[in-house]
């Protein structure tokens, strides 16, 4: 079946390091990958999205490109700051399908 | 912010009593999910929604039923919790359904522990 595989965290930056957290993805068809985040004690959001290969989402200074040579979807960001902390989720949804897929989530901490 | 609300935030139970979480939204969206969130397994959708009265299973819908009498509330009902249920409980809505430009915005989460 579909699955979303994420690098485990906790992922410990300084302020203003580059980012990237790896995703991965098994699918058939041609899904739709999403990025979402959750800062504590509140729900998911929708950070990015892209709906076809070679596709770039970003938002925030953060960016996604839909790889489908290489099942990928990695999250980047130039600069972090310490605000960026926060479990980051990567998920799939399928085309015509039925639900979405969560990866297992990546926590991120920025020390100023 | 999608108005989305879940009651109540936090809740402590007993193994075997019945538990009823409420997830209210004032956005008129038609689809509405339940999932669960733990350590290590991401979000994983218990029961959806795709209108008033229907209902569909997720992947782990087992001790699980819902209900959905109104557009604006999706209700998750544990018949007899197990210390196995203790989890953080997400109700999800989106306008477009799970097709691939479905967005789903978030309620705040309940706490559910079962001692």
């Known amino acids: 079946g579909d699955s979303v595989t994420q690098m485990e965290g906790p992922v410990t930056l300084s302020e203003e390091a580059f980012l990237t957290i790896n995703c991965t993805y098994t699918?058939?068809?041609?899904?739709?990958l999403f990025w979402y985040v959750q800062y504590p004690g509140e729900g998911l959001q929708l950070l990015l999205k892209?709906?076809?290969?070679?596709d770039k989402g970003s938002n925030k200074g953060f960016e996604a490109t839909y790889r489908k040579e290489t099942t990928s979807f990695h999250l980047e960001k130039g600069s972090v700051q310490v605000s960026d902390s926060a479990v980051y989720f990567c998920?799939?949804?399928?085309?015509?399908?039925?639900?979405?897929?969560f990866g297992a989530g990546t926590r991120l901490f920025v020390k100023a | 912010d999608a108005g989305i609300t879940q009651s109540p935030r936090h809740k402590v139970t007993e193994t075997g009593t019945p538990v009823t979480l409420r997830c209210h939204q004032t956005?008129?969206?038609?689809?509405m999910y339940w999932y669960r969130q733990d350590p290590g397994h991401g979000l994983r959708l218990i029961h959806y929604?795709?209108?008033?009265?229907?209902?569909d299973k997720g992947e782990v819908s087992d001790g699980y039923s819902v209900s959905r009498s109104k557009t604006e509330d999706f209700l998750l009902t544990l018949e007899s919790a197990t210390s196995s249920q203790t989890s953080v409980y997400f109700c999800?809505?989106?306008?477009?359904?799970?097709?691939?430009?479905?967005?789903?915005?978030f309620g705040p989460g309940t706490r559910l522990t079962v001692l």
């Open positions: 892209a709906t076809k290969a070679d």
């Open positions: 998920a799939l949804s399928d085309q015509g399908g039925f639900k979405t897929i």
């Open positions: 929604s795709y209108g008033v009265k229907d209902t």
């Open positions: 999800a809505i989106s306008e477009r359904g799970l097709s691939s430009y479905n967005e789903q915005f």
């Open positions: 699918a058939t068809g041609y899904p739709s």
């Open positions: 956005e008129n969206h038609r689809y």
